[in-house]
């Protein structure tokens, strides 16, 4: 698997984006028992040395109520019949909380398929992801899903794309007063969300297309990654030369130039992908604390573009986080800084960790990465994943038999739950 050559991706037989695939080509099946394996390993978080930094993360955030997005689940829950439910709801621990994928076929989907679903229960459903997501968020969000339909159009590959194949996911029960999560799986977008107390965690979360412009047709104007692409450019256009030679770790990401460990046919450059929850990644790039206010503003609008993936009420813990840690966050880059050209960067700080990919084509015939095709990744290292380390706290505040509540808790009925009241 170290090019996209001998990994054979343009030469596989159509592979289902919906019925499960059960007989993968031989270099898709090995990719698969890789990943199986690093699923099984027990979840710690990414960290840079392989012990993941502990405390970065408050329970106590302030941040903005959660009701809307229960409300949301509610009403989803509402549209379905018993044997849907039984298909959408699984425990918060769950090994499917961790099984997400980005690539096309169906080899780990799970949940419910929202397009088995009828108008109004697919609407209800995607409710979830519009209250929880910025507007922005939101939109890109379909229009990376409507894009996926277009390419299905343009490859005449119907069953390998399409706009409604995308799997949905509850874990745990949605309450307003214990932790659950909601997961979208499916091509180019796989969103990771955990709810608990007054907090929204949306890591990890992963969103690409192919194509990423349409200037033609019914999507003629739709375009993503316009402002993730924008903030890296500014960031490293903005460094002086000394800061460059820090920054710049390559200055082409054409095949020719990289190797075999930065062409993966899957991740291309990211280090931090599907299946990478407990991935090593050491610390590369310009620091923080070596750039000028500017730059710095700068360093922090790349973060905000990708943590205003989610609601605005809930994206301010999550930028206090990231300016507690602004000194020793870094910037990397690899590839062109004009204004056409492909490239890679990586934002990473203790408490998050972005990366932005631009690849070769799948569905379409460029052996060279190219702007029309973009993996980006949104990570909360060292347990913030998940809510793993938030999770952690709250259960040794607040047990869940009813026994005990934190003090700070507001009045308000005992576990109430988009499928009954507890213990029911």
Sequence with gaps: MSDWKSFGLRSMPPLSARTPVRALPPMLDALAASCRSLAGEALRGISIDGQPRRGLFRLDGAGASTAPIFEAAQRFVDQLDPAQRARLVFPLDADERRYWFNIHPNVFRHGLLLEDLSPAQRQAGLGILETTLSGRGFRQARDIMRLNGLLGELTGSADEYGEWPYWISLFGEPSLDAPWAWQIDGHHLNLNCTVLDDQVVMAPSFMGSEPCQVTDGPLRGTQVFGEEERAGLDLVRALDDTQLAAAVLRDSIHPDDLPSELKHPVDGRMV?????????????????????????????SIVATYVGWADDSHTGVRMREVDAHLDETHFAWMGARRDEGPFYYRVHSPVVLIEFDHHPGVAFDNLVPSRHHVHSILRAPNGGDYGVDLLAQHYERFDHGGQRRRASAPPGPERRTVLGEAGQ
């Design 272 to 300: 931090a992908g599907a299946f990478k929850d407990n991935a090593v990644v050491g610390h590369e790039g310009l620091r923080g604390d070596a750039m000028t206010d500017g730059q710095r503003r700068l360093l922090r």
